[in-house]
């Protein structure tokens, strides 16, 4: 009799130990950046209960697309709604490693790095974030000073794009001079449909060194672009008579694709708002 209730405790404690291991953390975040023309984007993030895997993905707002594909075709042909959202960033806490989808002009490609061990400090700021009390630590990571908002009221370790570290859930992250804010909006713990796996299990990955020099060779060739056709619409106007000493100004600029993570100078955003607006004052 005692090793049919040992038995059935067992079985009991197993099935609520897979149970557990089959929840997963679903967070949703919307994207921000200001001093920049650039529509809000919203993000999800999964992870396992675990704290072995998460994944960092768009969530294409459909309906935001699908009124912008008049203009959109009007402008390039090839314009298409994506059937499913890009996935950017999947994290394996065991491996110690991140995989990253990145863009260059349109071009896809893969980072493969090490989840950076980021140097945070508690500094005693206390919030709440959707009904959490939430803390706040401040940490620096390439070239962008932080703050972050996280939680420990929810039994999973997550954090959005490339931060790790913290003891708990991030639901804020934000620069130090307000130029990009990503806040959660929405969250809960819900049954895992099925295991988090890579995405990029069968993709080419660079590291990201390589993917930094390939970034700046490409921004150096489409500047050389867009600089040979300024010129040209500057000669136009000039023929017409027209003003074209701000049009001149705007060649001493390079200018990069906006990205979280700082690569050249010119890719800060308040950098590149200053500078256009000193070309216009010219």
Do not use: H
């Amino acid at each position: 009799m005692k090793k049919i209730c040992m038995a059935l405790i067992c079985l009991c404690l197993f099935g609520a130990t897979t149970k557990a291991q089959m929840q997963e953390l679903f967070i949703s975040y919307d994207y921000s950046m200001q001093d920049y023309e650039v529509e809000k984007k919203t993000f999800e993030v999964y992870a396992d209960q675990k704290a072995s895997l998460s994944v960092y993905k768009s969530a294409a707002d459909m309906d935001a697309l699908l009124k912008k594909i008049p203009q959109a075709a009007a402008i390039d042909a090839n314009f298409k709604v994506p059937e499913k959202p890009d996935i950017l960033i999947y994290k394996d806490y065991k491996k110690q490693c991140l995989v990253s989808q990145e863009k260059i002009s349109g071009r896809d490609f893969y980072t493969k790095e090490p989840i950076n061990q980021m140097q945070w400090k508690l500094n005693g700021k206390k919030k709440k974030i959707l009904e959490y009390n939430c803390q706040e630590a401040t940490t620096s990571f390439r070239g962008r000073d932080y703050l972050a908002w996280f939680t420990t009221e929810i039994p999973f370790k997550a954090a959005p794009f490339k931060f790790y570290g913290l003891p708990g859930v991030v639901l804020q992250i934000q620069t130090s001079d307000g130029q990009i804010n990503i806040e959660a909006t929405q969250l809960k713990v819900q049954a895992q449909a099925k295991m988090l796996s890579n995405p990029f299990e069968d993709k080419k990955t660079v590291s990201w060194d390589e993917f930094i020099a390939i970034y700046k060779k490409k921004n150096k060739e489409e500047n050389a672009k867009n600089k040979l056709m300024m010129r040209e619409a500057i000669q136009q106007r000039q023929a017409m008579g027209m003003d074209v000493s701000a049009d001149k100004a705007r060649l001493n600029i390079n200018m990069a694709e906006p990205r979280l993570e700082i690569i050249v100078k010119e890719n800060d955003l308040r950098y590149m708002k200053q500078q256009l607006q000193a070309a216009m004052n010219n």
